[in-house]
């Protein structure tokens, strides 16, 4: 596992670059690696189309994931994350403006790790990317890699 890497999935370009400057705010060494769809992000998970040449088994440390995402939804790519052996364990944090009961049921039967609302002030959103970052990569003891099929 890539313990530096961030994958941020966010199609919205102002939410993508809050989020950014939010990570960036706190200095810590991770590279974020930003997919503005769902097909991109299943790319860069599974090293395909524009990823194909990076190998699958270095996956991120963190997938930071917007439900509504063009072409493939962000429940679509967890479901695709959870199927697949070297990435079913994967920390995948849904961050996502929807509010709906029912988008949080779903994310959790999905098996996603935790479900936050980003909130509308930039710094209490600056507050929660930060306790996210801190929690998923410094607090948090992640699983072993899964062995390459």
């Known amino acids: 596992m890539n313990d530096k890497t961030i994958l941020l999935v966010e199609d919205n370009p102002n939410d ?6 939010a990570l960036k705010q706190h200095k ?3 590279e974020v ?4 769809d769902g097909v991109e992000a299943l790319d ?5 189309g524009s990823y194909a ?8 440390a963190l997938v930071l994931l917007d439900i509504k995402l063009p072409k493939v939804d962000g ?8 199927a697949n052996e070297l990435t079913a364990l994967l ?6 403006s929807s509010r709906e009961e029912q988008d949080l049921l779903q994310s959790y039967r999905l098996h996603c790790n935790s479900y936050i609302c980003k909130p509308v002030d930039f710094m209490q959103f600056v507050r ?4 996210l970052e801190l929690y998923w990569l410094v607090t948090n003891e992640p699983p072993p890699p899964a062995p390459l099929p």
């Not at 690696?33 to 503005?36: D, M």
């Open 16 to 21: 993508a670059t809050l989020t950014m400057q």
């Open 28 to 30: 810590l060494a991770n």
């Open 33 to 36: 690696v930003l997919a503005r």
């Open 44 to 48: 860069y998970l599974f090293a395909r």
């Open 53 to 60: 040449k990076r190998s699958a088994s270095e996956t991120p």
């Open 75 to 82: 429940f679509e790519v967890l479901r695709e994350i959870r």
């Open 91 to 96: 920390p995948v944090v849904m961050l996502t």
């Open 128 to 131: 929660a990317v930060e306790q």
